[in-house]
């Protein structure tokens, strides 16, 4: 059935169908529909939605409950993501899932709540401490959001690592028109748990330094040790030595060991192309326009739509780039946040980035920007 | 007569204490294991949550049963999220004890009385030893007045937080003070962690490495210490009847159905050829953007595409109210509307708003202004003003102008959104329908 619907709503029914059945939440603009639709329907269908008295509260409740064994989530904007970002860091290294929704807004500051942007890439990217890089998704339409809040789920615990679901104001709030039978489904295979009884799990256990060490829920009968410390592989906090530099190592290894398969660019190919359009989120949405008006004036250009941010999707943009000499980043920030983040994997390419804040970036824009 | 029973397995692990000679942190760190030997509860069931400082160092302490070290002053949150999901979705078998300091509690006090608000089946340990340790001696929000710390060599200008007064305005059910040398320490810890709901011990030591230090105390002296900085010793408040936070939100057993949100089931055919990007002013609490949202929803099921973006002041229910909605018969993505092929303000407080899109009017486009708003320039091409909210009522003036439009380029049948009114709110729906129907009236009799 067709259906007038936010993206915000569809991330919340996407958050009840990946199996979330743990909710905290802080009211902030343009976020609180994720909320509002959870404390609705979680209870309804088995879990939990609830308020805390900040966003520090928020995600500490999620990443206990999701310690306990249960898939959870929050979600924020900006100024939000700000005071989350401490636990973040703990989430990652104590290898707790959690998936956080961050609906971007103009910043900075308080900026303007009902205002759109994309200013929040290097924010929360670079949000944890020592070059760490978690899963950063980014849907561009409301139909995406759904997908893209799946594979954030999917992800974090697979992984065992916080996953953001990185939207903005106009691609999480607009009302668009949705096919709830073109939306996909995509069955979690949950966290890989420890079957082996009370004696002998060890919290951080693994033997190549990609793998996901397994999970024990704190409460169950397996003798749990989490922390956010520096630690060796029983989670008992340790420095300087081999094996906990192992972990140290091993908690970015996981998530990079994985990115051949969660990196993602949609990609809209027009044969003997040499310009590439990559965009994402709401920019995304005015290239794909600019990019069909390229080519009904006779241009020859591709499109490449990022639905995964971090880990930078190499082997996707690898194939992608085959005879691209010229790549235009559109996205809605003060001196391309993403475009200096994969530059890297651009290699010698002209890259060139169409950048507006505080106002939707125009299709015309970037039309100039290809032509 | 020999017990069938095994011995208890011992809480605390064989080793040596880490902490400095004297320190209260090696009693607590006994009393507590003591403690959670009497109270029956298997290993499995309790955890440590343990906060930074020198109370974090109680991991290995405490080989059996499982530990969460957290982040500074945060222990008491993640405790509380461990506590709500063990409750009210595995059963609520486990005992959470939050080890914490007096750092450790102001930096993270909110998430104390967050918890003791929730009533949260938790049990936190407030290790006071008025200072913090860990970092060198600095003063905390608990120091004594006119104490020596590194911070305030002249003298702490400050008085301590009373930690018993804050908790017990914000609910906590089981509060108690005691010196860590007390002999009462292990049957108060075992009463709190026996307390249904939020409980809260704190322990009154002195750190050996800067709080005698720097200020002359002997044991004696840290009775009178704890009695100056706060309520006397002792059980401060036990009270039971609040339902923890964890039944409050146990969800029921069998899953209920989602509700949908209410979608237009009117069947309709558009004769829409291209693109209609249309603005809709007016004042917050007139029903403007829930009109556009009724005109998409039509849309939507008459096969169109459409999107439709809302704005207001923060306020909410004061100041203008507006949505920027594009009916489409191919797929949007561009959502900005640069170019209106119809602006409508059916108030002041809208036109205000959206008057300086008048310049950016599509060709062909119109605009629609209501006939009691001031000060809109006569000379403006394409303007039409009607008396829509003296004819349709402000709750239905921006439905009739909707209406209008759909009847003057002959998007939609005005009709089909009159029956998804009424699809929408029953009889309610009578000022909308009337509203509609003037409004399709006014566009036959080619209002402009």
Redesign the interface.
């Known amino acids: 059935?067709?259906?007038?619907?936010t993206g915000n709503?569809l991330c919340a029914?996407a958050a009840?169908d990946a199996g979330c059945?743990?909710f905290?939440g802080y009211p902030i603009?343009p976020a609180s529909a994720i909320f509002a639709n959870l404390v609705?329907?979680?209870?309804?269908?088995?879990?939990?939605a609830?308020s805390?008295?900040?966003e520090?509260?928020a995600i500490?409740?999620?990443?206990?409950?999701?310690?306990?064994?249960?898939p959870?989530m929050t979600a924020t904007s900006g100024p939000g993501w700000c005071l989350m970002s401490?636990?973040v860091g703990?989430a990652l290294m104590?290898e707790v899932p959690v998936v956080i929704a961050v609906v971007q807004r103009l910043g900075p500051s308080t900026g303007g709540?009902?205002a759109g942007a994309q200013g929040d890439i290097g924010l929360v990217s670079e949000a944890v401490s020592g070059g760490y890089r978690f899963p950063i998704f980014s849907p561009s339409t409301a139909a995406e959001c759904y997908t893209d809040t799946l594979r954030a789920f999917y992800w974090a615990e697979r992984l065992r690592s916080p996953v953001v679901l990185l939207s903005d104001k106009?691609v999480a709030?607009?009302?668009?028109?949705v096919d709830d039978e073109a939306l996909p489904a995509l069955v979690s295979p949950g966290r890989s748990e420890w079957r082996g009884g009370?004696v002998g799990y060890r919290t951080y256990a693994f033997e190549k330094e990609e793998d996901v060490p397994l999970f024990a829920?704190?409460?169950?009968?397996a003798?749990?040790?989490?922390?956010?410390?520096a630690h060796d592989q029983a989670?008992?906090?340790r420095k300087n030595d081999p094996e906990t530099l192992g972990v140290m190592r091993h908690l970015q290894a996981k998530i990079d060991a994985a990115e051949p398969e969660l990196g993602r660019v949609d990609f809209d190919y027009q044969e003997g192309a040499t310009t590439l359009v990559l965009s994402y989120g709401v920019s995304a949405?005015?290239s794909?326009?600019a990019v069909a008006q390229a080519r009904s004036m006779g241009r020859r250009v591709s499109l490449g739509v990022l639905r995964t941010l971090f880990p930078l999707p190499v082997t996707a943009l690898h194939a992608g780039l085959a005879g691209i000499e010229r790549v235009v980043i559109p996205e809605e920030n003060h001196g391309g946040l993403y475009r200096n983040a994969v530059l890297s994997a651009l290699g010698k390419r002209e890259v060139v980035g169409v950048n507006r804040v505080g106002a939707?970036i125009?299709?015309e824009e970037i039309l100039d920007a290809i032509i | 007569m020999q017990s069938s029973e095994p011995a208890p397995a011992p809480f605390l692990a064989d080793c040596a204490l880490p902490y400095c000679k004297g320190c209260g942190h090696s009693l607590v760190v006994r009393s507590l294991a003591d403690a959670m030997q009497q109270s029956g509860l298997a290993p499995e069931h309790l955890c440590i949550v343990s906060d930074i400082g020198c109370v974090g160092l109680i991991d290995r302490l405490f080989p059996t049963v499982h530990t969460v070290h957290t982040t500074h002053g945060r222990s008491t949150a993640f405790a509380t999220g461990l506590a709500v999901a063990d409750g009210a979705l595995c059963g609520g078998r486990t005992r959470f004890v939050v080890v914490i300091g007096d750092g450790g509690s102001t930096i993270g006090l909110l998430h104390l009385v967050a918890a003791a608000q929730l009533n949260v089946d938790v049990t936190v340990v407030l290790h006071n030893n008025h200072v913090y340790g860990m970092t060198g001696g600095q003063a905390s929000g608990m120091s004594p007045e006119d104490w020596n710390t590194v911070t305030t060599p002249d003298g702490n200008p400050l008085l301590p937080l009373d930690m018993m007064g804050i908790l017990r305005a914000a609910g906590a059910g089981y509060l108690a003070r005691e010196l860590a040398t007390s002999r009462s320490l292990t049957g108060r810890l075992v009463e709190a962690m026996a307390h249904p709901g939020f409980s809260l011990v704190e322990v009154i030591e002195v750190c050996t490495a800067f709080g005698t230090k720097l200020n002359r105390l002997t044991g004696p002296e840290v009775r009178a210490l704890a009695e100056r900085t706060g309520e006397p010793l002792g059980l401060r408040e036990q009270r039971l009847g609040r339902r923890h936070y964890a039944e409050v939100a146990r969800p029921p057993d069998e899953p209920t159905e989602t509700g949908t949100r209410v979608q237009s089931r009117v069947v309709v055919a558009s004769a829409l050829k291209a693109p209609l990007r249309v603005v809709v002013a007016g004042t917050a609490g007139e029903r403007v953007q829930s009109a556009a949202a009724l005109c998409a929803r039509l849309a939507t099921a008459a096969g169109l595409y459409a999107t439709q973006k809302n704005d207001n002041l923060v306020t909410q229910g004061t100041g203008y109210s507006l949505s920027e909605m594009i009916l489409s018969p191919s797929p949007i993505h561009y959502t900005g509307i640069d170019a209106p092929d119809a602006i409508l303000a059916v108030s002041a407080d809208g036109w205000n708003t959206v008057r300086g899109l008048a310049r950016t009017l599509a060709p062909g486009g119109v605009i629609l202004v209501d006939d009691t708003i001031p000060g809109v320039p006569e000379g403006l091409p394409a303007l039409v003003r009607l008396p829509l909210r003296r004819e349709a009522g402000r709750d239905d003036a921006a439905l009739a102008a909707l209406a209008w439009l759909l009847a003057r380029t002959g998007a939609l049948p005005p009709q089909a959104l009159a029956d998804a009114a009424v699809a929408t709110h029953g009889e309610k729906a009578a000022g909308a329908v009337r509203a509609i129907a003037w409004g399709a009236a006014e566009a036959n009799r080619g209002g402009d």
């Open positions: 059935m067709r259906n007038l619907i709503e029914r009840i059945r743990f905290a603009t609705r329907e979680l209870p309804r269908r088995g879990g939990v609830m805390s008295p900040d520090i509260s500490a409740y999620c990443i206990g409950a999701s310690l306990r064994g249960i959870s401490e636990s703990y104590a709540a009902t106009e709030s607009t009302a668009e028109v009370p829920p704190v409460g169950g009968s003798k749990v040790t989490a922390t956010g410390s989670g008992l906090l949405r005015a794909r326009d939707l125009r299709p």
